[in-house]
């Protein structure tokens, strides 16, 4: 020890290089911890958001929501109870419309029927209103730093229908990328499917067993996460 102590007063420089080079990789490790929670955050911001507790897919989905169609004869013949809801997603580009400055960006539609549980007691609003008529749509508050206002007429993919946003929503993100909250009814529009496919999941805010959708498969909140491909990644 003593002469350990003596070494390093007679190279007080290269020690302290030494020293210095250990605290900036610790730093450096730090920095990609954070962004790699961060990013895996950001893949699952909604889903936590909606309370989910158990999800339900087409047995074909391989667990992916956005791949996922739920038809009608699918579900029981009595309808959702009020912890369950439909879900429906699909990919697209957000076109703003109507400025000089043309902004896009990619974003996850996420399809709701306004009397379940989700649109009704689950996207907690940082500005604006619900969306109340047909084509009126809340977004993540992320794109508001994109420059994005209340009051914005947007088009979603190459439609020709004009969405207008209403308001910013909190935690609405989905594997990395904003979320934009309309009906189901524009949903099967984007998705481009018939009246029989009516969503992509069912996601309940109490767990379920099997036999609530036996002919979905089922998967917990934490396995449900574990599948989304970006997670995969991160985590």
Known sequence: MFLALKEIKHAKF??????????????????????????????????????????FLNKNANGSLSASMVTKDQLPTGGLN??????????????????????????????LDRQQFIAKNK????????????????????????????GDRVRLNSSQQKYQI??????????????????????????????????????TDRPESAKSFDQLSHYSAKDFIQKLESVKKFV
């Open 166 to 203: 209403v308001g910013f929503a909190k935690d609405a993100k989905l594997n990395v990328a904003p979320v934009i909250y309309t009906t189901l009814t524009n949903w099967q529009q984007l998705k481009g499917v018939n009246d029989q496919v009516i969503a992509s999941g069912v996601i």
């Open 14 to 55: 290269r020690y302290a290089l030494i020293t210095l080079m250990i605290m900036m990789i610790s730093y450096l490790v730090f920095i990609l911890m954070g962004m790699m929670l961060g990013l895996a955050d950001e893949n699952k911001a909604a889903i936590n958001s909606w309370g989910t507790q158990t999800v």
């Open 123 to 150: 996207i907690k609003l940082v500005a604006g209103h619900q969306a109340k008529g047909a084509h009126q749509i809340v977004v993540d508050e992320g794109l508001q730093a994109k420059g994005y206002r209340i």
């Open 82 to 111: 009020d912890h369950e809801a439909l879900v429906g997603q699909v990919p697209v580009v957000v076109t703003r419309v109507g400025h000089h400055q043309q902004l896009k960006e990619n974003a996850q539609v996420i399809g």
